[in-house]
């Protein structure tokens, strides 16, 4: 079992930043990709970013590209995104996952944190 705690949410004007974290625990955290999801009620889960459990590898949506970066930091057992330049539709319920490999579909990971509220304001 892997455990992961989201925070870092929060009400931002457009334009501004924040940093997402996610806490992990459990089994072997270093081994996993881990990935960051969001998703706004009504809508399906929508893929963010993802990094590979070396951290070498990364993957971003389209949309996100160029604003959005995630990181990992092995001896904290944390990942993060850091996102700037936010916009109003990126409102959603941020959630980070655990996957034996990078992903970008959400039906391939296996651990799922709470979720962390982000608000864009216009």
């Known amino acids: 079992q892997v455990q992961l705690v989201e925070s870092g949410g929060g009400l931002v004007q457009a334009g501004g930043s924040l940093r997402l974290s996610c806490a992990a625990s459990?089994?072997?955290?270093?081994?996993?990709?881990m990935g960051w999801f969001r998703q706004v009620p009504g809508k399906e889960r929508e893929f963010v970013a993802a990094?590979?459990?070396?951290?070498?590898?990364?993957s971003y949506a389209d949309s996100v590209k160029g604003r959005f970066t995630i990181s990992r930091d092995a001896t904290k057992n944390t990942v993060y995104l850091q996102m700037n330049n936010l916009k109003p539709e990126e409102t959603a319920v941020y959630y980070c996952?655990?996957?034996?490999?990078?992903?970008?579909?959400?039906?391939?990971?296996?651990?799922w944190g709470q979720g962390t509220q982000v608000t864009v304001a216009s």
């Open positions: 990094i590979s459990w070396t951290g070498i590898n990364t």
């Open positions: 996952a655990a996957s034996g490999f990078i992903s970008e579909y959400a039906s391939q990971y296996e651990y």
């Open positions: 459990g089994r072997t955290f270093s081994r996993y990709a």
